[in-house]
Nanobody, 124 residues
Framework: QVQLVESGGGLVQAGGSLRLSCAAS????????VAWFRQGPGKEREFVGT????????YYAESVKGRFTISRDNAKSTVYLQMNSLKPEDTAVYYC?????????????????WGQGTQVTVSS
């Protein structure tokens, strides 16, 4: 069983940056693909980005491509989401999720373990 805890959320002005962290405990984190999803107010959960177990494959949603960067440190069992050039529409609760397998996908159904989420608010 993998437990995930997100941190790093907060309030930032448009154009600013935040770095979210997803710390894992239990399970075989280094063998798991990890993704970030978000859910804005009144919106459905949406895929943000994902990274394979090795870090060799990384995919992003079009809405964040070029602004967000995912990385991982398997020695620390942590995945990061660096968010730059933030926009008000990035406001959401951000969740990290770990899969039971190493292949990165954009489908929420492929991720078995989820964190509680961290709030990101971008003011205009």
């Amino acid at each position: 069983q993998v437990q995930l805890v997100e941190s790093g959320g907060g309030l930032v002005q448009a154009g600013g940056s935040l770095r979210l962290s997803c710390a894992a405990s239990g399970g075989i984190f280094s063998a798991s693909a990890v993704a970030w999803f978000r859910q804005g107010p009144g919106k459905e959960r949406e895929f943000v980005g994902t990274i394979a177990w090795s870090g060799g494959s990384i995919y992003y949603a079009e809405s964040v491509k070029g602004r967000f960067t995912i990385s991982r440190d398997n020695a620390k069992s942590t995945v990061y989401l660096q968010m730059n050039s933030l926009k008000p529409e990035d406001t959401a609760v951000y969740y990290c999720a770990a899969a039971k397998r190493p292949v990165a996908t954009a489908a929420a159904r492929d991720y078995a373990y989820w964190g509680q989420g961290t709030q990101v608010t971008v003011s205009s």
